[in-house]
């Protein structure tokens, strides 16, 4: 009789551990790993002013959530970040695309594009994508994005990688 009742406590206790585990994968910008991919050509990247701008066919979210942390990223990386009216020969092209889940989460992407103005040659591009509940704190979650994104810039071309 001991040992089926200590049985039954120690199966609860783990799937009420894997219900935790999930809920905080779902529904935080705490927890959880973002996906990270990059493409470059490996050559060194000039730094120099830079303009964030939305993609053709952005999402329609307050794009300031989208901005804010990519021109920090790009800031700390060494770009000098131009206002939103200045024209500058190099532009972070930046969209948040989102995608709900069967379960009710939702897969929140963000892409950012550096390239010339010019030409439009692209010298580097990133994605991140992290799942979070429907009700998520937007602004946070793409924050989050943009530090996985930017993390170890420019980060091994090509390769998916998991950041927490």
């Given amino acids: 009789m001991k040992k089926s009742w200590a049985t039954s406590v120690l199966i609860a206790a783990a799937l009420l551990g894997g219900c935790e585990s999930l809920r905080r994968d779902l529904g935080g910008t705490s927890a959880g790993s973002v996906q990270v991919m990059r493409t470059h050509l490996g050559q060194p990247i000039a730094r120099g002013e830079i303009r964030v701008e939305p993609a053709a066919g952005a999402m329609a979210v307050n794009f300031s959530q989208v901005t804010a942390p990519v021109e920090r990223e790009l800031a700390q990386l060494g770009w000098t970040v131009s206002p939103a009216k200045a ?5 972070a092209v930046a969209r948040v695309a989102e995608t709900t889940r069967a379960n009710g989460s939702v897969a929140t992407e963000l892409a950012v594009r550096i390239q010339r103005r010019s030409d439009a040659t692209v010298a580097w591009e990133g994605r991140a994508v992290a799942e979070s509940r429907a009700d ?3 602004a946070a979650l793409v924050d989050r994005l943009a530090s996985a994104l930017f993390r170890d810039f420019p980060g091994e071309s090509g390769r998916t ?3 927490r």
């Fill in 136 to 138: 998520a704190d937007r």
């Fill in 87 to 91: 024209t500058t020969e190099q532009v």
């Fill in 161 to 163: 990688i998991s950041v």
